[in-house]
């Protein structure tokens, strides 16, 4: 996966992405990244890239020129016939909000282009002519797009084969089957008191995986109900989470944990 960011803050993207798992993952050639500064395309000495709004209104907006140009210099490195332009990917609040059913979509590309703005906003008319997608990471608002593009550019990275050291995880934690994760222990085996479930201790294996099942039926049913409209359940798993969401209280259903 080769990724390409427009930013006013390229040292902020390459920071962020120059560690832990993704960094690894960098060295090791499964995801290349460059982060592209918008500033540079500027046609004037003070290197502004910003103007005030047509019409009035608070804040500056990101003029069309210098992102198209900073896109264009993208494009013209890449030599892909116009046909095979990877998708262009723009930051917003008014974008379709993601989830991992659309990062495991983005990990299937080659290469992705996302576009960071600032200010109050980009002109209409390059975002017109180069976006493909129009993404938001939630329904609130940020300083710009820098975080969110990291917050895909992670999640997408971690879906390449060979990124995770262990191919499973990414098959069994939350959001696989429209279900969360199972609760995880480790060492000591007791903890001020408190015992691992047995089961984990057992070494048995169909045990084991029907406990992570319920499990992570019972952990949806309590903390992400939602999620269960498109999962796969059996009937006793239906009704196991019927029983659950009647013996929440209105509290515990809207809970924050
Ligand atoms: N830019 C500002 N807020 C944002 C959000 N919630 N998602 C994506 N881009 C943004």
Request: one cysteine or more; proline letters at 5%; glycine letters at 8%.
């Amino acid at each position: 996966m080769n990724f390409h960011v427009m930013t006013l803050f390229p040292e902020m993207i390459e920071n962020a992405m120059g560690h832990s798992i993704i960094g690894r993952a960098m060295k090791a050639g499964y995801v290349s990244l460059e982060a592209v500064n918008i500033r540079d395309f500027a046609d004037n000495k003070h290197n502004r890239v910003d103007d005030y709004p047509y019409g009035g209104g608070a804040g500056m907006v990101m003029q069309a020129e210098p992102v198209y140009r900073c896109y264009e210099d993208i494009i013209n490195r890449m030599e892909c016939p116009e046909s095979s332009f990877p998708r262009v990917i723009y930051l917003t609040p008014q974008g379709r909000v993601f989830d991992q059913d659309m990062a495991r979509e983005y990990a299937g590309e080659e290469e992705l282009i996302f576009l960071c703005g600032h200010y109050e906003g980009v002109d209409e008319r390059v975002l017109n002519r180069i976006v493909t997608d129009y993404v938001s990471i939630g329904d609130y608002v940020l300083t710009g797009g820098e975080l969110p593009a990291l917050v895909m550019m992670d999640t997408i990275s971690r879906l390449i084969p060979g990124v995770l050291n262990n191919d499973d995880s990414a098959e069994t934690e939350s959001f696989a089957d429209s279900l969360l994760e199972y609760p995880q222990y480790t060492r000591p085996a007791v903890w001020q008191g408190e015992e691992v479930p047995s089961v984990l201790l057992s070494g048995h294996h169909k045990n084991l995986q029907e406990w992570y099942r319920r499990q992570s039926v019972i952990r949806t049913a309590q903390r992400r109900p939602d999620l269960l409209k498109k999962a796969d359940l059996t009937p006793e798993e239906q009704e196991l989470v019927q029983e659950i969401i009647e013996g929440m209280t209105d509290k515990q259903t809207t809970r924050v944990e």
